[in-house]
């Protein structure tokens, strides 16, 4: 026979009958091929190895003949020292209980690396019935024991984070139910613990959601898709309070392909939910009335065609205009002025039904939108009350004043079917009462068209002017008193249209400001100023200052200072010869911010003036602070100082004023002897108005520089009162 470790099967014989099997070449094939050892050891205190298979040297790292009678090392000293008692204690109690053990240790090889074994075994008892040998098979566990422990982190790690996510974690049931929650979750919805939570909730559907509805959507989606994304709703909290809440979840499927369960997140976003709603408050309605801006506005309007169109009912578009606003606001401030639009917008909303809306379009104007309309009877019965209303006397810190607007009313369907429409046949409709003697209302009128169609045109061509070459700088000259010269001239833009031809400012400066189109066509008189001044030096001519009005949506716009630079810049022109100009009454709007833009543009080193000082309500604390040189009185307050006491009393206030504060004082409107006369005797610094020069073409104020003898100028800028009164040079050109 052969040797045990080179038995084989014998060949099976040419007969059918089966040769005899070799059981010992076969264990020893089994045993040699196991990944493991079987073992055969001693019951003693080194548990003594009589017998390893090959195994033994893949699982330890030593032969078997090292193994074999503890030759080398005995089995019990490479067991990591931590794990014997452990085990020996396991091995014994089963071997007193005469039962088979398994039990999971450490082993160090023979190189030093420590690796997991699961050894089982059974003891044997000796001719006497005695326990004396253990036979067993011990295997490498590593990688079970390291997926195992990987498992393990696992659910520590997920155990820590559920326990201690801020966000609500979940498991429900598709029926609405809940299986599991953290304690984000029970904080978010008012409960003490998860248990209290899922013990209170029972129905998710009719218990949480503020709309059944949206438990319906949720459960649609996942079944759907299987996944809900920010799926935002309204839910109760324990206390009653409700809150918003924004849930992420899958469903969970069994293997039959049904839902096990939903698990997901949910977040609080109440608090975030609330900002977007001041946000989008704020940026539907006016900051200062409350009331709804023109852009909601808009929107007001088209429900109430809508629902018209459905109804079979008019729809009323009321333009609202306060009568000699600006009168006020100037005169007393625009504190004043903001109270008095409050009390207007109040008085308003007293007047109008619920389903009714009342906007602020801008400054003074409001627009009320009247629903269900019948007739032109019951829009003229809710406007007569409205201006009885508002004629109603206001009083203001024991100060009564009288009030009144004028009203437009355009109509869907008769004047248009959509919000631009109705407002622009309204806004036309309150220009006719206004000149119909204000205090008053008109209907649209088909005739008013022409009106409307006369602005759209002007602002069409306005839109293509600047690309054109169509607007022109007029220059009036600004005298210095003491010396009797030009120092300075006023930039004026005239728009010289094909059609209509010279056009003044007042007719299309509004537009310009309305659309946007103020901003590049103040950047282009900033920008022809700074080089013609350039070029009048270039030529030799006296170096003047050459003053820039700013418009408040130009002041107001972020990249003011960059381009005033650019226009130096380009220009070639030192900043000391250019003056920027802001009226007093938009100086005093936003005082604090203003100061800080007027301080970024005196870094730049041009010269700062408020004009039409003495119309607004500066405060003189803020007026010391800000970075001005000069103030330039407004002409209404010039035409009457020979004639009216008040008038003389505030120009000499105001020189002494600006005299005070160390800034140069100039006077416009300077159209008589008289005005200079005056103005010379107080001291006023510099003068300007039509008794020197109208506002001239660029050629025009070449000539004055230069005091050509073919000048038109014939008075030449003299301050000598007894020249021809008022100068007549360019007596064509429009101021």
């Known amino acids: 026979m052969n040797s045990p470790h080179h038995a084989h099967l014998a060949e099976p014989a040419a007969t059918d009958t089966a040769a005899p099997l070799d059981v010992t070449r076969l264990l020893t094939t089994i045993t040699d091929n196991l990944v493991g050892m079987i073992y055969r050891c001693r019951i003693d205190a080194t548990w003594t190895m009589e017998f390893v298979s090959d195994g033994c040297h893949k699982l330890t790292g030593y032969r078997h003949e090292e193994l074999i009678f503890n030759n080398r090392v005995s089995y019990d000293q490479i067991t990591v020292e931590e794990d014997r008692e452990r085990v020996s204690r396991t091995i014994h109690a089963a071997l007193d209980g005469n039962e088979a053990f398994d039990v999971e240790y450490r082993i160090r090889r023979a190189d030093g690396r420590v690796c997991w074994v699961l050894e089982r075994g059974v003891g044997l008892r000796d001719a006497h019935g005695h326990l004396a040998w253990i036979e067993g098979f011990?295997?490498?566990?590593?990688?079970?024991?390291?997926?195992?422990?990987?498992?393990?982190?696992?659910?520590?790690?997920?155990?820590?984070?559920?326990?201690?996510?801020?966000?609500?974690?979940?498991?429900?049931?598709?029926?609405?139910?809940?299986?599991?929650?953290?304690?984000?979750?029970?904080?978010?919805?008012?409960?003490?613990?998860?248990?209290?939570?899922?013990?209170?909730?029972?129905?998710?559907?009719?218990?949480?959601?503020?709309?059944?509805?949206?438990?319906?959507?949720?459960?649609?989606?996942?079944?759907?898709?299987?996944?809900?994304?920010?799926?935002?709703?309204?839910?109760?909290?324990?206390?009653?309070?409700?809150?918003?809440?924004?849930?992420?979840a899958r469903a969970v499927m069994n293997t039959d392909g049904s839902v096990q369960f939903f698990e997901g997140t949910a977040v609080d976003i109440t608090e975030r939910k609330q900002h977007e709603a001041e946000l989008e408050h704020q940026a539907s309605h006016d900051s200062l009335t409350g009331?709804?801006?023109?852009?909601?506005?808009?929107?007001?309007?088209?429900?109430?065609?809508?629902?018209?169109?459905?109804?079979?009912?008019?729809?009323?578009?009321?333009?609202?205009?306060?009568?000699?606003?600006?009168?006020?606001?100037?005169?007393?401030?625009?504190?004043?002025?903001?109270?008095?639009?409050?009390?207007?917008?109040?008085?308003?909303?007293?007047?109008?039904?619920?389903?009714?809306?009342?906007?602020?379009?801008?400054?003074?104007?409001?627009?009320?939108?009247l629903t269900e309309q019948h007739d032109e009877d019951e829009t003229l019965a809710i406007v007569s009350r409205l201006l009885e209303v508002i004629s109603q006397p206001w009083v203001d810190e024991g100060q009564e004043y009288g009030l009144s607007c004028s009203v437009g009313i355009s109509c869907f369907p008769q004047d248009g079917d959509d919000p631009d429409a109705l407002l622009r046949c309204a806004d036309a409709a309150m220009y006719k009462a206004k000149a119909s003697g204000r205090s008053t209302y008109h209907f649209f009128t088909p005739e008013l068209n022409q009106a409307i169609s006369e602005r759209l045109e002007l602002e069409n061509s306005l839109r293509h002017a600047l690309e054109r070459d169509e607007f022109r700088v007029y220059y009036q000259p600004r005298i210095e008193v003491a010396s009797g010269r030009i120092i300075g001239a006023e930039a004026?833009?005239?728009?010289?249209?094909?059609?209509?031809?010279?056009?003044?400012?007042?007719?299309?400066?509004?537009?310009?400001?309305?659309?946007?189109?103020?901003?590049?066509?103040?950047?282009?008189?900033?920008?022809?100023?700074?080089?013609?001044?350039?070029?009048?030096?270039?030529?030799?001519?006296?170096?003047?200052?050459?003053?820039?009005?700013?418009?408040?949506?130009?002041?107001?716009?972020?990249?003011?200072?960059?381009?005033?630079?650019?226009?130096?810049?380009?220009?070639?022109?030192?900043?000391?010869?250019?003056?920027?100009?802001?009226?007093?009454?938009?100086?005093?709007?936003?005082?604090?911010?203003?100061?800080?833009?007027?301080?970024?543009?005196?870094?730049?080193?041009?010269?700062?003036?408020?004009?039409?000082?003495?119309?607004?309500?500066?405060s003189l604390s803020y007026l010391k602070r800000f970075p001005v040189d000069r103030l330039k009185i407004d002409k209404s307050f010039v035409r009457d100082i020979d004639s009216d006491p008040d008038d003389a009393a505030i120009v000499r206030a105001i020189i002494t004023l600006g005299h005070a504060l160390g800034l140069k004082v100039v006077a416009e409107g300077v159209e008589t002897s008289a005005h200079l006369e005056f103005l010379q005797r107080h001291g006023c610094d510099e003068l300007q108005g039509y008794y020197f020069s109208r506002p001239v073409p660029a050629d025009g104020m070449e000539a004055l520089l230069r005091g050509r003898a073919d000048s038109s100028c014939h008075c030449q800028a003299t301050l000598d009162p007894h020249t021809a009164d008022g100068c007549r040079c360019a007596g064509q050109a429009l101021e």
Request: proline share 4%; aromatic share 6%.
């Open 138 to 248: 011990i295997q490498d566990i590593s990688e079970r024991m390291a997926a195992n422990e990987a498992l393990r982190e696992a659910v520590r790690r997920y155990s820590s984070i559920f326990e201690h996510a801020t966000e609500g974690i979940f498991q429900t049931t598709p029926e609405g139910r809940y299986l599991n929650a953290n304690p984000a979750l029970a904080r978010i919805y008012g409960h003490a613990s998860p248990d209290e939570l899922i013990a209170h909730l029972h129905d998710i559907r009719r218990q949480l959601y503020v709309l059944p509805e949206r438990r319906e959507e949720f459960v649609r989606l996942m079944q759907e898709q299987g996944t809900v994304r920010n799926f935002e709703s309204q839910v109760y909290r324990h206390d009653g309070r409700i809150i918003w809440i924004s849930e992420n």
């Open 291 to 369: 009331l709804p801006n023109r852009s909601l506005l808009r929107d007001r309007i088209e429900q109430a065609i809508a629902k018209a169109r459905r109804d079979r009912h008019r729809v009323a578009v009321v333009f609202v205009d306060l009568d000699h606003f600006k009168l006020i606001n100037d005169s007393l401030g625009h504190h004043v002025g903001d109270r008095l639009l409050l009390e207007v917008a109040d008085r308003l909303v007293a007047c109008v039904r619920g389903h009714d809306s009342v906007a602020r379009q801008g400054g003074d104007e409001f627009v009320i939108v």
């Open 492 to 618: 004026l833009i005239r728009w010289d249209c094909p059609s209509k031809g010279l056009i003044p400012p007042d007719s299309f400066i509004s537009i310009a400001e309305e659309t946007g189109l103020i901003i590049p066509i103040g950047q282009w008189i900033l920008q022809e100023a700074c080089r013609q001044n350039s070029a009048w030096q270039r030529a030799g001519l006296p170096p003047i200052s050459v003053s820039v009005n700013l418009s408040p949506i130009q002041f107001r716009h972020a990249g003011l200072v960059s381009s005033v630079a650019a226009a130096l810049a380009q220009a070639e022109l030192d900043p000391a010869y250019l003056e920027l100009e802001l009226t007093e009454s938009f100086v005093m709007q936003d005082a604090e911010r203003i100061n800080v833009a007027m301080q970024s543009l005196k870094k730049l080193g041009v010269d700062m003036a408020v004009d039409d000082f003495g119309t607004g309500y500066s």
